[in-house]
């Protein structure tokens, strides 16, 4: 990279620039600046500092024509002056002057078509080797006529002292100029900012394209079938689409052109909180020479102890896609036959599996459901039900519906098929019934992903009013329809209601006159 460039970005007095530095010399330099530890296998591990997940209330987009006209502000979305940014543009650029610097350079997206150039600044060596396994690595020719469309200038190391005096919640920012094509971070030095903060940018820019973007993992079959899986944090979304009979594409990222479905990333950042050998191999596997552990505990020679969550429940680790055995080398597979979306139903009212209709897909979509357990906490048992539309609301820029019309186009322009999958609870809910088993859970995957789900005759239940079949694979049948599964079956009626009304009153935010109304598509009490 020439100084020039860097000098144009306005930083001043730049010491050594160490650009595009391979695996090796990048792991040399984190043990040498003292950054990480080496663990056994030769995999680096970090810590992360106060920050050890996103800041999302700390994340904000510049107040500029005519992106401005475009973005949905809100609690999500928050705006910042241009004068405000520019100041902290600014503090950034002081930050990272007279310092040596990492520049990495990377694609977000694997179809030409949409892919967009990223160059990342940083003073921190592990960071340059995150951003280097999460996204795609040019090769040595795509190098050399480099240029980004986009840069991301992390000075992590500096903080926003007049934050009360500009209105902002913290010291912390996140901030992203889409007029000038520019990001800054600062006061946080999680790398997952890097990742999603890009991922944001994408959920930007392809709909404008009347391109798809979408927080989903994806798989290919041997017959080429590509089957998409949404879902939130717990419900299973990386474990089922890891399939050894079929090819990952993803499993966190994609985008949906006119090609097909694309991984925006080149490599896969896992939980490894209570990681084990025996039920995630592949994801063991991977943590060796080049990924990169964040925030786990180590002892004695290079050891991991995966159990310990004494720094944070959000111990993760990034690799590159190449480390799972079976990926789909080019990122891409056509246009998908099957969409799964996943929940975690701790309140066991949702069907193991359910065929959704087009209209039920857009309701549940838009929904982006699950449930958590509050187990933890002083003893409370009640479940607490999430909803993020899309099943990425965080990272959605533009209105959810944009995407949710995106989605309906696709479907009807490509007859995909549509369900709902709830990996949560049967037989009761949190505390009374038990977790829906894995093998159940892969039976009814299977069974959609090679078609014998469409044999099965179809039962529609009270309320949702979800088509569940009535015999599938080895599937005890009373498991399928929820209510026969519960010994309470007036505690069920009562329950069920109970959270379609949480439904009801989630969704009457899209019921505002200017988008189609999908509420009749989803439960409705008495019916």
């Known amino acids: 990279m020439h100084l020039t460039e860097l000098q144009e970005l306005g930083l001043k007095n730049i010491g050594q620039v160490y650009h595009n530095l391979s695996y090796e010399e990048l792991i040399q330099h984190e043990l040498k600046n003292g950054e990480c530890a080496l663990t056994k296998k030769g995999a680096t591990a970090v810590d992360t500092g106060i920050f050890t997940g996103r800041s999302p209330k700390d994340k904000y987009f510049v107040d500029r024509d005519p992106s401005n006209k475009y973005i949905a502000w809100g609690d999500v979305n928050k705006k910042v002056s241009p004068e405000i940014f520019e100041e902290l543009l600014e503090v950034a650029k002081e930050q990272l002057s007279n310092k040596d610097l990492y520049i990495t350079d990377v694609f977000c997206g694997s179809s030409p078509a949409s892919k967009r150039s990223v160059r990342f600044v940083s003073e921190i060596a592990w960071q340059s080797h995150f951003v280097k396994n999460m996204f795609i690595r040019p090769t040595g020719a795509e190098l050399e006529v480099f240029k980004s469309d986009f840069t991301v200038l992390n000075a992590c190391k500096t903080v926003n002292e007049k934050w009360k005096e500009h209105g902002m919640n913290s010291e912390v920012f996140v901030m992203f100029d889409i007029e000038n094509n520019i990001a800054i971070i600062g006061g946080t030095w999680y790398g997952g900012e890097m990742k999603k903060g890009i991922f944001s940018m994408m959920n930007y820019w392809l709909p404008l394209e009347g391109k798809l973007p979408m927080h989903c993992s994806a798989n290919v079959g041997e017959n080429g079938d590509t089957a998409l899986f949404f879902g939130l944090s717990g419900t299973g979304k990386t474990t089922l689409s890891t399939d050894p009979k079929r090819a990952l594409i993803g499993d966190d990222e994609h985008g949906w052109d006119n090609h097909g479905v694309f991984n925006f990333e080149g490599g896969c950042y896992a939980k490894v909180i209570n990681l084990d050998e025996k039920s995630e191999p592949e994801i063991y596997g991977a943590i060796r020479t080049n990924a990169l552990l964040e925030n786990v505990v180590m002892y004695g020679e290079g050891e991991v102890n995966y159990e310990d969550g004494s720094k944070t429940e959000n111990t993760r680790v990034s690799y590159p896609i190449g480390h799972i055995e079976n990926h789909k080398c080019d990122l891409m597979a056509g246009h998908p036959?099957?969409?799964?979306?996943?929940?975690a139903d701790a309140f066991g009212i949702l069907p193991p599996v359910?065929?959704?209709?087009?209209?039920?897909?857009?309701?549940?979509?838009l929904s982006g459901y699950t449930a958590k357990v509050a187990g933890t906490?002083?003893?409370?048992t009640e479940p607490v039900a999430t909803f993020s539309a899309c099943f990425g609301e965080a990272f959605l820029p533009l209105h959810p519906t944009v995407y949710a019309d995106l989605l309906g186009k696709k479907i009807d322009q490509h007859?995909?098929?549509?369900?709902l999958v709830n990996t949560g609870w049967t037989g009761g809910g949190y505390g009374v019934g038990k977790r829906m088993s894995i093998k159940d859970t892969r039976a009814c995957i299977n069974s959609i992903l090679d078609g014998s789900i469409k044999n099965s005759e179809f039962d529609v239940t009270k309320t949702f009013r979800l088509h569940v079949p009535t015999t599938l694979d080895n599937i005890k049948p009373e498991i399928l329809n929820p209510r026969n599964a519960w010994e309470d079956k007036e505690l069920f009626d009562v329950t069920r209601d109970k959270l379609a009304e949480m439904f009801i009153e989630n969704y009457k935010k899209y019921q505002d006159g200017e988008h189609p109304d999908y509420a009749p598509y989803g439960?409705?009490?008495g019916s």
Do not use: C, D
């Open 415 to 419: 007859g995909v098929n549509v369900y």
């Open 377 to 380: 906490e002083r003893g409370i």
């Open 337 to 343: 036959q099957n969409i799964i979306f996943l929940t």
């Open 523 to 525: 439960p409705i009490l």
């Open 354 to 365: 359910s065929k959704l209709t087009k209209e039920q897909a857009m309701y549940y979509f």
